[in-house]
């Protein structure tokens, strides 16, 4: 029997992808051969190419079923967004045919000014232009209507300018390949010519009923409760982590990984998370610019799939107040084509050196730019996760472990000055090879943990594209990568040899970078206290934190590494902060009007009942005894809520009246980030606060609205 039989999931793997397999079948050879080499070189597509390609392409979407094209990109939105044009055209004798040529699959233009632009419009014209990005491949996306061809694009304007999350992240992924091949060769690799990264990003995700989901409009409008308090039993007895998921859930599980791997998503593990009704899923990771697809297509196909299934998803940040909220941990390392994993340990002390150059080059670029880091997982939803619950804090810190601190710390006080396994015996640290996952992955509340043979950065928002903090990533390391290789070399014109002048770098990089590495506990007061005398940053809020890209050095940075230029920076700074203040805009309008048009109406009737049930009583009381404290604990309950009903209208209008305010506020959009971070989100909570308290005295069949019980654990 073949070894390799494939379970009828697996055998369905990339069916609806436009793949290498596919690609190789269909094309002649040598259109095929110089399509690998200009992906292999990141060159741009070759028209002529382009013209065979598309024809393949188009014959092969249609016998799977597709009528329409389109091209699938990711717009500054956050989400993915595709223009659908059909095949079909008229050729010269008035015919209908279907057509698709070289220039549609390479270009096409959708109207930019749908989509938001950070302001580069009034100084570019309003033309954008999607162009093929073959480093994922298209895709069959089957909907109601029939099945469209996806081709995965860039978005960019008539200069040239990135309109998308993608495009940097491309960039970025070249500055550093080259930062971290010329270190390569500085360290005796000579073979290599690509270091690409790798990406396996954990999804968490909340799965509620779609009835219930539909009766709160807080849910439909913002992804997010506004209202709402815990029921006494939560996430405390720890029983739903791991536990068995249940038969519902596992059947939308199991047409998810079916959908997913028809797409070439390589769905790997799933489980129930702390919380109740909340869920994980991660795919085998990948080379990061397809990864960050993938992951974009692993959230459509869960909001697609939970829909068919009756089931709503809840990708939000903080979907739930008091509850776990959803995170991505990004999985991350760096791989070169020849050479392997550069964070992997490695076995030989050969390996170990360039091992620890990139872990140090790691420290270095995360200590420096931990600000940009910060920025890059800055969304509405992250405010109210980090911090809170299993969510790491909003200072961003190294976690490496006790045996990894261990050699840094040898290398630092000049006890191990070279790379041998016996310097590591000596010195009774077991030498790195040793190092597993049980000894590196205890610390859940780090930010970015090393993991064995890669780092997690764990403060990414659930819902955001993955292609922006890992824009982030890949530049802050090529520019630590190049200081570091700059300083060798100077250590080297000095006379010293390479080992000499490698640890004479590493000694001095672990040193300055110390203030980064934290193993202890995120969430402790004496962590705060402790990071701010290190001078780490520790930005509470999205307007706080986008302040990193106001610093010089950081657009200096950016600029330098062909990544993003100033105008594209100072686009992106506006849209991110305009994006925050509608969020918290649109979340503040309808908590009011959920208050006016439902918490206050149900109040009000039952505070009607029992002010009538009072008076009855009273009249009644004249034939029988009561007690005085009957009749004095019956006039405090109505008294008291009473009491809060009036302190719920008054809150409410002093939020109504912060929302006007909004649009009188000065300062631009960073004003009104401000405003929204630090007076209208407390004027919210201050809301929340009386009505949560209120919710808990009503009667429950009068609560408008399906509470924290029903959503969380009856069903
Ligand atoms: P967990 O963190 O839940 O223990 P794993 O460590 O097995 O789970 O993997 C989590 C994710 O990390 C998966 O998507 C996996 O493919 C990814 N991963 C594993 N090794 C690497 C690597 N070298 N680089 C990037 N991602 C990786
Ligand atoms: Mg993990």
């Known amino acids: 029997m073949a070894n390799n039989t494939l379970s009828e999931n697996a055998a369905m793997f990339g069916k609806h992808t436009f793949n290498n397999a596919v690609m190789k079948e269909r094309l002649p050879k040598e259109v095929y051969d110089s399509l690998m080499k200009t992906l292999k ?87 954008g232009y999607t162009a093929w990005d073959p480093s994922t491949p298209a895709f069959l996306m089957k909907g109601s209507e029939g099945t469209t061809l996806c081709i995965p694009s860039v978005f960019i304007s008539y200069h040239g300018e990135a309109l998308d999350e993608k495009t940097p992240l491309l ?19 000579t073979k290599v010519t690509r270091v690409t990264t790798y990406l396996g990003a954990e999804q968490e995700y909340f ?109 939000h940040e903080k979907p739930f107040a008091g509850i776990n909220g959803n995170g991505k941990h990004n999985n991350w390392s760096m791989g070169a084509d020849v050479g392997g994993n550069l964070l992997d340990p490695g076995e030989t002390p050969e390996s170990n050196l360039s091992f620890l150059v990139f872990l140090v080059a790691t420290l270095k670029g995360v200590h420096k730019r931990a600000a940009v880091l910060r920025a890059a ?12 619950n299993e969510a790491p804090p909003a200072i961003i810190s190294v976690f490496l472990g006790y045996q990894l601190n261990a050699i840094l710390d040898a290398i630092e006080s000049g006890d191990i000055k070279k790379v041998s396994e016996k310097q590591f015996i000596d010195l009774d ?42 824009m982030a990533l890949n530049t802050i390391m090529a520019e630590a990568i190049d200081e570091m290789r700059e300083a060798i070399e100077s250590e080297m014109k000095s006379g010293k040899d390479l080992q000499a002048a490698v640890f004479a770098v590493l000694r001095k990089e672990i040193k300055a970078t110390k203030p980064i590495r934290f193993e202890g506990d995120g969430y402790s007061e004496a962590w705060h206290k402790e ?66 048009t439902m918490v206050l109406p149900a109040a009000i009737r039952y505070q009607g009942e029992i002010a009538e049930s009072y008076s009855k009583l009273l009249q009644a009381s004249k034939g029988i005894k009561l007690s005085a404290s009957a009749k004095a604990k019956q006039a405090k309950q109505l008294e008291t809520f009473a009491n809060g009903i009036g302190e719920l209208i008054a809150k409410t209008e002093a939020l109504e009246k912060l929302i006007e305010g909004l649009h009188h506020t000065k300062g631009g959009v960073e004003g009104h980030a401000k405003y929204c971070a630090e007076t209208l989100m407390p004027a919210m909570t201050a809301v929340r606060e009386v009505a949560d308290e209120l919710e808990g005295h009503l009667d429950k069949s009068l609560y408008p609205m399906p509470n924290y019980l029903e959503l969380l654990f009856m069903h």
């Not at 080259?178 to 060769?185: C, E, G, P």
């Open 377 to 388: 997982i800055a969304n509405p939803g992250n405010d109210h996760r980090l911090g809170a």
């Open 531 to 596: 990071a701010k005398k290190r001078g780490l940053p520790n930005n509470k809020n999205l307007p706080e934190a986008m302040k990193a890209w106001k610093d010089k050095s950081v657009r200096e940075a950016f600029v330098k590494y062909g990544v993003l230029t100033e105008e594209e920076i100072e686009s992106r700074y506006n849209v991110r902060l305009e994006r925050y203040v509608k969020a918290i805009d649109i979340e503040a309008k309808t908590l009011a009007m959920m208050i006016r």
């Open 41 to 127: 070189e990141g060159h741009d597509l070759d028209d002529s190419l382009a013209e065979t390609v598309a024809n393949a392409m188009k014959e092969w979407a249609i016998e799977n079923g597709a009528t329409h094209y389109c091209h699938w990109f990711q717009p500054m939105t956050g989400a993915t967004a595709e223009k659908h044009d059909a095949f079909i055209a008229f050729d010269k004798e008035g015919n209908l045919i279907e057509k698709f040529s070289g220039s549609q699959l390479s270009q096409g233009e959708p109207d930019a000014s749908s989509f938001p632009s950070g302001g580069m419009r009034s100084t570019f014209e309003a033309r």
């Open 171 to 189: 960039r970025s992924a070249r500055a550093l390949s080259k930062s971290a091949v010329a270190m390569l060769r500085l360290l005796g690799n």
């Open 429 to 470: 640290i077991s030498h790195i090879p040793t190092l597993n996952k049980d000894n590196t992955d205890r610390n859940r509340t780090s930010p970015f943990a090393f993991t064995g043979n890669k780092f997690e950065f764990r403060a990414v928002p659930s819902s955001m594209p993955i292609a922006i903090p890992n």
């Open 207 to 315: 799965l509620i009923d779609r009835n219930l989901y539909e009766q709160r409009p807080d849910l439909i409008m913002t992804g997010r409760t506004l209202l709402g308090t815990l029921p006494p039993r939560n996430q405390q007895l720890e029983d739903h982590y791991f536990g068995s998921i249940p038969d519902r859930v596992l059947e939308f599980m199991q047409e998810l990984e079916q959908e997913l791997y028809l797409l070439g998503v390589p769905a790997k593990t799933r489980h129930n998370e702390v919380a109740p009704h909340q869920f994980e899923i991660a795919p085998i990771h990948e080379e990061t610019p397809l990864a960050a697809d993938h992951n974009l297509l692993v959230m459509e196909m869960l909001r697609r799939v939970a829909e068919r299934k009756g089931l709503a998803l809840l990708i």
